[in-house]
């Protein structure tokens, strides 16, 4: 599976960005994909997963109420919408695949990852 990242960029706290991640190579159905991020010098943190055959999700508390995860099964993609971004959001997100349809948060257990987007949110 090759995971293609994108739609990181620069933004202001209180704004929104979306992020997509394209899989490729292989179908996604009974797989789980995950949005991780990582700022220097700390482990990668969980944002959010989704599961791709029964849609079902799970949210970090930190951005629980703010952030969306969604799937476009038709494009192999799939949507990190995030609202009301706080500086503390700042990091490199990551998507990645774990090839079991239960959700993980454990950033071991996804063998695929996309190379990164970087969300910059200034105050």
């Known amino acids: 599976v090759q995971l293609q990242a994108s739609g990181g960029g620069l933004v202001q706290a209180g704004g929104s960005r979306r992020l997509s991640c394209a899989a490729s190579?292989?179908?996604?159905?009974?797989?789980?994909m995950g949005w991780f991020r990582q700022v220097p010098g700390k482990e990668r943190e969980f944002v959010v997963a989704?599961?791709?055959?029964?849609?079902?999700?799970h949210y970090a508390d930190s951005v629980k109420g703010r952030f969306t995860i969604s799937r476009d099964n038709a494009k192999n993609t799939v949507y990190l919408q995030m609202n009301s971004l706080k500086p503390e959001d700042t990091a490199v997100y990551y998507c990645a695949v774990r090839t079991l349809p239960t959700i993980s948060t454990r950033a071991l257990e996804y063998g695929y990852w996309g190379q990164g987007t970087q969300v910059t949110v200034s105050s």
């Open positions: 190579g292989r179908t996604l159905s009974g797989y789980t």
């Open positions: 989704i599961s791709w055959r029964s849609g079902s999700t």
